[in-house]
């Protein structure tokens, strides 16, 4: 079927210009429509509980739609016209999200408030037909809240180790609530893994350790000031010096057993997870691709010991997949000349970023493999066991994620500014420019395309940024002249063909245009063909991006609309732009992040 001469079922779009970056719009390509579908602060489990950010209780605030969301998926029953939606909620906004607090008693709440708005959301949707908006229904049975004290449980080597116990938890095996919740992925059984990111935040700690240093921890005051509402937010109190050990995991929480405790995964190690993305491979035997988003740090590989099964009654046994195997870290090798790194993002004489590698390992079924370390200490702290073993230093990895048309792996190093900085690592071949203010795409390889092989290849597929302002672009060979301006590429997702989407964050800064959402052909002649699909207000970061092409519709979560505001003088009105703090019929005057769903009109 065709419908005004494009075909229909493919999501085809004309590129939307960039949008500067003062605009607080969210702008979809012609022909779409779209509509905020869930909302910081809306109900869900009662139209009785109202949102006012002003009065909010902490007791409501965990019964509402969390703050800031990040990682999305929607989980389509077979009808098509239910389904699950399952969010990240990263980190709070207090400067926009309520007034200045006028007393302790104020303060106290809005920082409980914000406990409460952290974590992740599970929220039950329904249509009229397939390709039709979706609205969620409050008191859905899936409908759960996951905040910052929900119980959780540890599973692998490490689950019940020293390093994890405290005065609260001496058995180390029941963590409370989930921190920082950044991207994610959803697995092949259904669950959804969620990455705990830059925990070090929410900790004031003794600082004195190696890991402390490594990670961030530092004995000072938090912004948050949790620690002055809970004592384990401080880990100089007797009893929590192991409480941030217990942050910084990746977490997976089954939507559909709303009882059930949601899991961190001690085998897939402790870092700054960004997120976690499964494939399953010939052998059945499972991968879990994974970056440390931080400047210089590391990409993952956890393989599992056990095989898949498919089929719904094999789920609970698949969710002890990521339990037990190996982890492994990535050491790349390019394959042209130092000399020809020039740092500028010239290309080399072979007319190619690109080599092989190999994956280190750092355990092997649940033994350490790192001299000088016990299999509880790499896991624990498994950024000093990679650095031990000499892991190849990258441009902050954010989402990784393989392809499920043709097994390849996308790793998205959003940028690195430190690149070739006074006594710092200069270009190299997988991260070839120097001050990477845009950041860059990495395509990988496995040997044999089989996930749990040991060696893989690697090119570079985009050196990001705007042709018409940054030196040293590349989209895969393709000219930069016709493509959108792109920076600080962030999540990565794919479309049923295969096609790679792209969304970013931190393009106001870099190329001066509002974030978005990109579309890029990875085969033929389109290959490396940017092209911009939507933009999302100012402020924000373009997240959780989920393509049904399908359906023709697109979902993205807009982050942190507005964070550069302050509360009554907002930079932003996303999503339903009414007055500056007035509530009207549910509609609030200030921003709320939010999932949007976009749909063919
Ligand atoms: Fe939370 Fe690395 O972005
Ligand atoms: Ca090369
Ligand atoms: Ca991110
Ligand atoms: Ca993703």
Redesign the pocket.
């Known amino acids: 079927a065709h419908d005004g001469g494009r075909p229909r079922g493919r999501l085809g779009f004309r590129p939307i210009a960039p949008v500067p970056a003062a605009t607080d719009s969210f702008v979809v390509p012609d022909g779409y429509r779209w509509q905020a579908l869930v909302r910081w602060g809306d109900p869900l489990f009662s139209a009785r509980d109202t949102f006012d950010p002003a009065t909010l209780t902490p007791e409501v605030a965990e019964r509402l739609f969390g703050y800031n969301c990040?990682y999305v998926d929607v989980l389509e029953d077979p009808d098509g016209r239910s389904a699950t939606l399952v969010v990240n909620h990263?980190y709070t906004n207090e400067n926009i999200m309520f007034p200045p607090a006028a007393t302790p008693e104020d303060l106290d709440r809005q920082r409980r408030v914000a406990m409460a708005s952290h974590g992740m959301s599970v929220v039950g949707l329904y249509r009229s037909r397939k390709g039709k908006p979706w609205a969620y229904r409050p008191g859905a049975r899936v409908n759960r809240r996951i905040t910052a004290s929900t119980p959780f449980t540890f599973s692998g080597p490490a689950a019940g180790s020293a390093l994890l116990q405290t005065s609260a938890d001496p058995a180390g095996r029941t963590p409370l609530g989930t921190l920082n919740n950044?991207?994610g992925g959803t697995t092949p059984w259904g669950t959804v893994l969620s990455g705990e990111?830059n925990v070090n935040q929410y900790f004031r700690t003794a600082g004195t350790s190696a890991a402390d240093k490594r990670y961030g921890f530092a004995d000072k005051a938090t912004t948050r000031g949790w620690e002055a509402v809970d004592p384990r937010f401080d880990a100089r109190t007797p009893g929590f010096e192991n409480e941030p050990h217990r942050f910084g995991w990746v977490v997976e929480v089954d939507p559909q057993d709303p009882t059930a405790a949601p899991v961190k995964h001690t085998a897939l190690g402790r870092f700054k997870h960004?997120g976690a993305n499964v494939i399953v491979g010939r052998s059945g035997h499972v991968a879990a691709y994974m970056g440390d988003?931080e400047r210089f740090d590391y990409l993952y590989k956890f393989v599992s010991k056990d095989r898949y099964r498919a089929g719904g009654r094999h789920r609970e046994k698949n969710k002890q997949l990521l339990s037990a195997g190996n982890l492994y870290v990535a050491r790349f090798h390019g394959d042209s000349p130092v000399e020809e790194i020039t740092g500028t993002g010239a290309l080399p004489s072979d007319g190619a970023f690109d080599g092989t590698g190999e994956w280190v390992p750092l355990v092997l079924d649940g033994v350490s493999q790192v001299p000088g370390f016990s299999t509880e200490e790499v896991l624990v702290f498994t950024r000093l066991a990679a650095d031990a073993v000499g892991a190849t230093k990258m441009d902050r990895p954010?989402d990784v994620e393989p392809n499920p048309v043709t097994g390849r792996v996308y790793v998205a190093c959003t940028n690195n500014t430190d690149r070739g900085a006074a006594g710092k690592e200069g270009a190299t071949e997988p991260n070839p420019r120097v001050t990477n203010r845009n950041g860059h795409v990495v395509e990988l390889t496995e040997s044999g395309n089989d996930p749990r092989s040991l060696t893989f290849g690697w090119s570079i597929l985009l050196l990001c940024g705007d042709p018409a302002t940054t030196t040293g672009t590349y989209f895969a060979g393709f000219p930069p002249e016709k493509v959108s301006p792109i920076s600080c590429p962030?999540n990565v997702a794919f479309d049923s063909a295969g096609n790679l989407w792209v969304s970013t964050?931190g393009q106001p800064g870099t190329i001066g245009y509002c974030d978005g959402l990109f579309k890029v052909p990875l085969e033929g002649r389109e290959r490396g063909h940017v092209q911009q699909f939507l933009s999302v207000p100012r402020g924000a970061e373009t997240c959780g991006p989920v393509v049904r092409d399908r359906d023709e519709m697109v979902y993205v979560a807009v982050q942190h609309p507005g964070e550069d505001g302050q509360w009554g003088a907002q930079q932003s009105f996303f999503p339903d732009y009414v007055a500056a703090g007035t509530l009207d019929g549910g509609r609030w005057g200030g921003p709320r992040p939010s999932v949007v769903q976009v749909w063919r009109d």
């Open positions: 990040d990263e950044c991207a990111e960004e988003d954010e962030d964050d």
